[in-house]
């Protein structure tokens, strides 16, 4: 029988290795980048061109390469990184595997231009496919310019799979940042079709996070510097108001690494544990230092996985850490052995060793002072009181035998009622809706009774509402007597100007004022004027952010992405005439059922299923 197995031609192989390196524009830059870094630059330009499906080019002023060195880096599990297998155990630099240059070559058509610092010409390299097509000598800087162009050229099945310009947009934007927050002491530029979007000069770690996520997070951070036997945790925690409903710029770095870890993340969860909600997510920018001897970063090609050798005991000490840091600025919980926590008064030590009890009765006189005001009930719980109670009528007792008493209207049953639910029942019997909990309309129907999410609707009416604003090309705008300016963190401007016609196209009049900034002429009109438009406007590109994964048409994101934004939230008190309308227009949707998001916009509590609870 013939032999079957034979060795695959190293273009084949490559591409195969491609497959685990190499995913998306985002992984080619992320290579580079770190090549970059490990060069010895104190200077990197990113520039890009249709998200890096035409064209990615890193240019630095590394110390560049050799003619045999340019050639060398193109083949594969050729590395300058290590020597031996003990290497890998004390890694501390970026790349090691020698695996990407070659996966980058076999599926794109690359350029490399190199000159060392000491040579007064520099070697050029075009390979296309794995095979070189031109090596020459040329005119350039000191330093490495690589151009990685028509990435998949050769692949069209992975090509054909990328994502949307602005979904491959977000991914670079990751890896760009993670490079760029790790890496303060270098110099970063990033340009996308023939714009600046960052420019990051060298400076401290407040400087470059203020740098990469914007001017709004200076007074949003707290620093985190301890050192222990195992580690050293520096870096910045955000406040508790700065924290969000959806995960972002939550960073850990491992010797400036950025690495995914849940087990950490968990950690960092566990320091904010009494100080968020359980949907809420902290910001924070982590760095550990740790002897390379005791992790292990040979886990996946892609290196954002690390095994260290006790995780438990780095658990421990990221937890408290943090939670003494929060606690230092008075912002986590923290005990105060020199003061009884069971008073709210402090009395003078000088009294307490006098003998005298002036110190507790002013305790207990404040303490209780602070436990009315506490559980006092405000002005609107106990509006229209003596209206329930005029309403009142007396009650009937026909006999002493009487099994029941009998009620002879639905106000006197108020009698056994707060005012709330007073109210509510007052409104039943008048068929008029009655809002609970400042959260859902509870409104009588034929069946028996409707509880309405009054956000969860309000999204479904204004998502219909603002499709077919965009799909008409109607709408109606407010213009505003002052125009007004808000300024983005790069990466959210760099998605507004992307899909700003779009935008515009919801009743917006907006134009880029230059640095970030936008000008607004004029907003959708109805829209709640309670919201701040700043914040209206990035609530809008988060969630068009969050959804772009999901492939959504444009106009279907960004319908749905201002429904959610400028939705009525839960918690907002409601007039009976705004409940009455949004009920109205609720069932006026073609899909009244459900909102945006998926959430159910109402239940029907059947009347039937009303009798069997007050049987059972």
Request: net charge negative.
């Amino acid at each position: 029988m013939a032999d079957i197995i034979q060795l695959l031609p190293d273009s084949i192989a490559n591409q195969i290795a491609a497959g685990e390196v190499i995913q998306r524009p985002a992984s080619v830059i992320k290579e580079l980048l770190e090549n970059s870094i490990d060069a010895g630059s104190t200077f990197i330009k990113l520039i890009i061109k249709d998200s890096g499906k035409t064209s990615i080019q890193v240019i630095d002023d590394g110390k560049g390469m050799s003619e045999t060195d340019a050639r060398m880096a193109f083949e594969r599990h050729a590395t300058s990184k290590i020597k031996s297998a003990n290497d890998l155990f004390c890694i501390k630099t970026m790349g090691f595997r020698g695996e990407a240059m070659a996966s980058i070559a076999a599926i794109a058509h690359v350029e490399l231009i190199t000159r060392q610092h000491k040579e007064d010409v520099a070697n050029r390299i075009v390979i296309e496919g794995s095979v070189v097509t031109k090596q020459e000598k040329v005119q350039s800087m000191p330093g490495t310019s690589i151009t990685v162009k028509n990435l998949f050229y050769n692949v069209p099945a992975r090509r054909k799979f990328l994502k949307s310009d602005p979904v491959e947009l977000k991914h670079i934007m990751d890896e760009f940042h993670r490079v760029a927050l790790a890496n303060s002491d270098i110099y970063f530029t990033f340009h996308h079709n023939g714009n600046e979007v960052y420019h990051l000069p060298k400076g401290n770690l407040k400087q470059r996070i203020i740098g990469v996520c914007g001017k709004h997070i200076n007074d949003k951070l707290v620093p985190l510097n301890e050192e222990t036997e195992v580690a050293t945790f520096t870096g910045f925690a955000g406040k508790p108001d700065a924290a969000r409903k959806t995960q972002g710029d939550q960073f850990i770095f491992v010797n400036k690494r950025f690495i995914k870890s849940n087990y950490l993340n968990h950690a960092v969860r566990a320091a904010y544990e009494d100080l968020l909600a359980k949907d809420m997510y902290p910001i924070y920018f982590l760095f550990l230092e740790i002897d390379p001897a005791n992790i292990d970063i040979n886990v996946h090609p892609t290196k954002t996985e690390i095994k260290f050798e006790d995780e438990r005991l780095i658990y421990n000490y990221l937890r408290v850490s943090l939670k003494h840091s929060l606690g230092q600025y008075s912002i986590g919980t923290m005990l105060d052995f020199n003061v009884d926590q069971n008073f709210a008064y402090k009395f003078s030590s000088e009294a307490s060793n006098k003998g005298n009890s002036d110190g507790f009765e002013k305790g207990r006189e404040t303490y209780s002072i602070e436990r009315e005001a506490r559980f006092r009930p405000g002005q609107e719980q106990v509006k229209g009181w003596e209206d329930i109670y005029k309403s009142m009528q007396e009650i009937s007792i026909p006999d002493q035998s009487s099994a029941h008493i009998e009620v002879q209207t639905m106000e006197s049953e108020a009698f056994q009622l707060s005012g709330d639910e007073a109210y509510a029942a007052k409104s039943i019997s008048s068929k008029e809706p009655y809002q609970l909990h400042g959260s859902y309309i509870l409104h009588q129907v034929k069946s028996g009774m409707m509880l309405i999410d009054q956000q969860a609707a309000h999204e479904r009416i204004l998502y219909e509402k603002y499709f077919d604003m965009m799909k008409n090309g109607e709408f109606l705008m407010q213009k505003e007597l002052f125009p007004r300016t808000i300024e983005l963190e790069p990466a959210k401007s760099t998605v507004l100007k992307s899909i700003l016609d779009r935008v515009n196209s919801l009743g917006f009049e907006m134009e880029e004022f230059g640095h970030h900034s936008y000008i607004i002429h004029g907003t959708p009109s109805g829209l709640d004027a309670n919201i701040p438009l700043d914040q209206l406007i990035e609530k809008l590109i988060n969630s068009y952010i969050e959804n772009i994964e999901f492939e959504l048409g444009i106009e279907e994101n960004l319908s749905r992405s201002m429904a959610i934004s400028s939705g009525i939230k839960k918690g907002r008190r409601l007039e009976k005439e705004e409940m009455t309308s949004m009920i109205d227009q609720l069932f006026a949707c073609q899909l009244p059922y459900k909102s945006p998001s998926g959430k159910n916009c109402f239940i029907i509590i059947e009347h039937d299923e009303l009798i069997k609870r007050f049987n059972q």
